[in-house]
């Protein structure tokens, strides 16, 4: 695989990048903060990867990245295109051929666009899903922010799978082929699987156990037809005087509410009446003919006219005194009667209630349920435990079976070979970038690293992914993914260990692997004749307004291409 141009666009800032990669070497020189990283962060980014401190700073989260790439020889040429969470492969002459706003879809297509059928287990779950490129791509990349150190940390996605580094690395250089991964993960299913049913079947069992404990040991015989028919007709009682007590209920609270009102309104009624006799009688022997109001001072004359109106209103009066206190007396008679009723209904409950008392006397519900329960626990615990017993059984023959698959690709002469194999290369190549003999890796194993420190730590490292890499060429079957190198000057790495870190990598991975290395300076006398050099001078200038027309416009079908067609596959499933 040749990564052949890295776009990168940024319409917030205007600014964008072209970045050609020579096919075999190249080098991008620049001091700190010039955009090397940058780059090659955006390199495994737009496939999907997770590189630490990929948005930082004052970086555009929406920046766009486009990687054009060939696979199995320059005649197959693809473009993969990121914009946040939308992800497209296209071939050379603009079709698209996969596209998706959802990891997951993406992570399946694209491994398999790569023969990559490693899958692995969830953590606290029997599920196994697929690995993305961030565990295939792991060996042939090394960033600055999180591989040099003791830890596999390249990736912040790297702990979405448990024990995952065994897997991986023995995959990755062929300890196992392929296929002995795909048979343990089809064993590894099976297995989980018959664990629950095995808890499930002893969760049974115990329960059984401790139902049989609480039942009584002797219960009588039931007819529960006829029980269930007398309980049923107890309850249509039961139910028929609840309802008649509640519409009682609601005609005494109307007639206590009608006899308050009635009563309200006769004692208003009642004292109008006494005060339109005391003005009558007032008025009446009143010597005068005129009277002045004391409140308002108006002069009121003491007619016969005056007088005889306020007899008639004196007679109105009586009249509704007389009218209210007979409503008054109806109302207090007829709830009288109602509350009646209501206690005539409420005894009616009581005795539907003792009779239900009487049959609970004759019949505990702890005994019925003893006996039904008795009679069935025993045929159900056979029913359950028959199904999850012939469960267990086919699941340990599965088991079994892929247990023995497994066996058939478990080659012990492999297995020494080529762990043989990578432990010579990881002493050789320590060796050679003069990691001291006591802080080398004392028994190299895949995924394994270095627990030294200082300045051969890097060295360390940086001779573990070279060994994976040559025992990939030598005895795996996955891509061959170019070596991206971010800024091997860690740990304060002296001229004499640079040079040796730059011109050991470019030689033990530039025969098979296209390198694409990034450092800050290059030491003396250093033989980097077989890079191409790319520097990078300008602070901040992983971006530059100069790239940007002819980046949008290199870019604008292709992303409007996948745009189009993420809002058809969303659609489709309304329409269904």
């Known amino acids: 695989m040749t990564f052949k141009t890295l776009w990168l666009v940024s319409e917030r800032d205007r600014k964008a990048r072209r970045q050609i990669f020579n096919p075999n070497k190249t080098l991008l020189l620049g001091e700190n903060g010039t955009g090397k990283s940058r780059v090659t962060k955006n390199l495994f980014w737009v496939f999907g990867c997770a590189p630490e401190k990929h948005t930082i700073a004052s970086w555009d989260p929406d920046t766009v990245a486009a990687l054009e790439f060939a696979y199995r020889g320059d005649d197959y040429h693809y473009l993969v295109l990121r914009q946040g969470k ?43 899903s697929q690995a993305g490129l961030d565990y295939l791509t792991l060996p042939f990349y090394l960033d600055q922010d999180g591989s040099w150190g003791a830890s596999w940390d390249t990736y912040t996605t790297l702990g979405q799978f448990k024990n995952w ?63 269930k028919a007398e309980l049923a007709q107890l309850g249509h009682e039961a139910i028929k005087a609840q309802q008649q007590q509640a519409a009682l209920r609601g005609k005494l609270v109307a007639l206590v509410n009608l006899r308050e009102r009635v009563q309200t309104e006769l004692q208003l009624a009642q004292s109008a009446h006494r ?15 005129s009277l002045e109001c004391p409140t308002c001072g108006t002069v009121h004359e003491n007619s016969f006219h005056a007088r ?51 049959k609970k006397a004759e019949l505990r519900l702890e005994d019925v349920l003893a006996a039904h329960s008795k009679k069935t626990l025993s045929s159900v615990f056979q029913h359950v435990t028959s199904d999850l017993s012939l469960a267990v059984s086919e699941l340990e023959e599965e088991e079994e079976s892929h247990n023995s698959k497994l066996k058939s690709y478990d080659d012990k002469n492999r297995l020494k070979e080529v762990g043989k194999y990578f432990a010579d290369q990881v002493r050789s190549l320590s060796n050679l970038l003069n990691v001291p003999s006591d802080e080398q890796l004392s028994k190299p194993k895949p995924g394994g690293r270095a627990q030294t420190g200082g300045s051969s730590a890097p060295r360390s490292m940086l001779a573990v992914h070279l060994a994976l890499l040559r025992t990939n060429v030598e005895h795996g079957d996955s891509p061959l993914f170019p070596f991206v190198v971010d800024t091997p000057q860690q740990s304060g790495q002296d001229d004499k260990n640079l040079r040796s870190m730059i011109e050991v990598l470019g030689r033990s991975a530039g025969d098979n692997h296209q390198v694409i290395l990034a450092v800050e300076k290059l030491p003396d006398m250093v033989d980097a004749s077989g890079f191409e050099i790319v520097k990078l001078e300008t602070k901040k200038g992983a971006l530059c307004s100069a790239d940007f027309d002819s ?21 489709r499933p309304s329409e269904a």
């Open 275 to 289: 005060e339109l006799m005391a003005d009558l009688t007032y008025l009446s022997d009143l010597p005068t003919k």
């Open 165 to 227: 580094k065994p897997a991986a690395f023995e995959a990755f250089i062929g300890l196992r082929p392929n296929a002995y991964f795909a048979a343990k993960q089809l064993r590894d299913e099976a297995h989980a699987k018959l664990n629950e049913k095995r808890k499930e079947l002893e969760a049974q069992r115990l329960a059984f156990h401790r139902v049989q404990e609480v039942l009584p040991s002797n219960v009588p015989t039931l007819d529960l037809d006829a029980f």
């Open 86 to 128: 939308r992800l497209g492969l296209f071939s050379m002459d603009g079709g698209l051929l996969f596209a998706a706003d959802h990891m997951s879809a993406w992570e399946a297509y694209i491994a398999t666009f790569f023969g990559y059928h490693l899958k692995l287990q969830r953590p606290n779950s029997t599920r196994f």
């Open 551 to 571: 980046a949008v416009h290199f870019l604008h079908e292709p992303l409007k291409r996948l745009k189009d067609r993420i809002e058809e596959q969303l659609a």
């Open 308 to 358: 005889l109106q306020l007899a008639q209103d004196f007679e109105s009066m009586s009249a509704l005194v007389a009218e209210l206190s007979e409503k008054l007396t109806n109302a207090r008679e007829e709830e009288a009667i109602v509350r009646g009723d209501l206690q005539e209904m409420e005894k009616t409950l009581v005795k539907v209630d003792d009779r239900m008392h009487e």
